[in-house]
């Protein structure tokens, strides 16, 4: 049989809500609404930045697809890898590196532990 995209990007074993818990993660360390995140528009500059940064953590994090990490955030999946090559180029900056490092090291870590709850 055949496997789902879901069961080739890992999403199977991605605990229920990752990508909230993510958006939650980074609206707290960008000091940014929640709802920004998800917004259709471009929004203003530390909105993108944040928005970015969690595309890029989705991807880095979970496994996603550019195409899964576009459909959950709501945007394109060409957006999606725009997202996380500005990111990567961006990390350059010490403080984001830094943020970045440590939503992720966080992230990962409430990954493995709630896939070891549902083991």
Do not use: N
């Amino acid at each position: 049989m055949a496997k789902s995209s879901e069961e080739r990007s890992g999403m199977d074993t991605c605990p229920p809500r990752a990508a909230d818990v993510i958006r939650a993660a980074v609206a707290a360390a960008f000091t940014v609404p929640i709802g920004e995140l998800h917004h259709r528009s471009r929004r203003r500059a530390p909105v993108a930045l944040a928005r970015q940064s969690a595309m890029y953590l989705a991807h880095v994090t979970l496994g996603l697809t550019f195409a899964e990490v576009g459909r959950v955030f709501g945007r394109d999946r060409t957006t999606a890898a725009y997202a996380c090559r500005r990111i990567e180029d961006r990390r350059t900056d010490v403080r984001l590196d830094y943020a970045l490092a440590e939503l992720e090291q966080a992230l990962r870590r409430d990954v493995a532990a709630t896939r070891g709850a549902l083991s």
